[in-house]
T-cell receptor, first 117, second 111 residues
Framework: DGGITQSPKYLFRKEGQNVTLSCEQN?????MYWYRQDPGQGLRLIYY???????QKGDIAEGYSVSREKKESFPLTVTSAQKNPTAFYLC????????????????FGDGTRLSIL | GEDVEQSLFLSVREGDSSVINCTYT??????LYWYKQEPGAGLQLLTY?????DMKQDQRLTVLLNKKDKHLSLRIADTQTGDSAIYFC???????????FGKGTRLHILP
């Protein structure tokens, strides 16, 4: 079955530590996204990538880094510079189609909940 | 600025209809979406409507779009306990294809 897989489901970070969240998709989607969700808040875009080896900052990129070496994979690293990392992290992907590269609906993984030890 | 607004909570009795409302700001939005999020899970795409449509129906779901007022609604007929979730409205901005999400409406089902 096609889908988006995020791992781990739960992750704990010690102070000063970098942690990496995995996101893999087998939907053959071009674009991938990382969002952060805090209680009572909407989704805030961290980073996105529309093609392999290219990515752009979203609204809250500080303290995070990404890579896109393969079409299927878009890992997110939460660095020690992110002082408030406790949140629910959602990965999404979509096709990019049409002459204008217009994005199609985004499909989401089941999320990773990150907490500080 | 860009914003999508929704009320935060809605309580509905089982079997009644639920109507979740949303207002958006970009009059040139191409697509408007409704997503459902169950506890501890990601967002599931429920339905979407293209901006040149007024209404879209899909089984128990009806989406109504009022472009003049920039108002979108999702009606769930015969609300069931499995409909208990957070519902997000989202728009795609025409100028850069950026997707903007509302803060979500938590639907609570009363017995």
């Amino acid at each position: 079955d096609g889908g988006i897989t995020q791992s781990p489901k739960y992750l704990f970070r010690k102070e000063g530590q970098n942690v990496t969240l995995s996101c893999e998709q087998n939907l053959n989607h071009d674009a991938m996204y990382w969002y952060r969700q805090d209680p009572g808040q909407g989704l805030r875009l961290i980073y996105y990538s529309q093609i392999v080896n290219d990515f752009q900052k979203g609204d809250i990129a500080e303290g995070y880094s990404v890579s896109r070496e393969k079409k299927e994979s878009f890992p997110l690293t939460v660095t020690s510079a992110q002082k408030n990392p406790t949140a629910f992290y959602l990965c999404a992907s979509s096709f990019v189609q049409g002459r204008n590269g217009r994005n199609q609906p985004q499909h989401f993984g089941d999320g990773t909940r990150l907490s500080i030890l | 600025g860009e914003d999508v607004e929704q009320s935060l909570f809605l309580s509905v009795r089982e079997g009644d209809s639920s109507v979740i409302n949303c207002t958006y700001t970009d009059s040139s939005s191409t697509y408007l979406y409704w997503y459902k999020q169950e506890p501890g899970a990601g967002l599931q795409l429920l339905t979407y409507i293209f901006s040149n449509m007024d209404m879209k129906q899909d089984q128990r779901l009806t989406v109504l779009l009022n472009k003049k007022d920039k108002h979108l609604s999702l009606r769930i007929a015969d609300t069931q306990t499995g409909d208990s979730a957070i519902y997000f409205c989202a728009e795609i901005l025409n100028r850069d294809d950026k997707i903007i999400f509302g803060k979500g409406t938590r639907l609570h089902i009363l017995p």
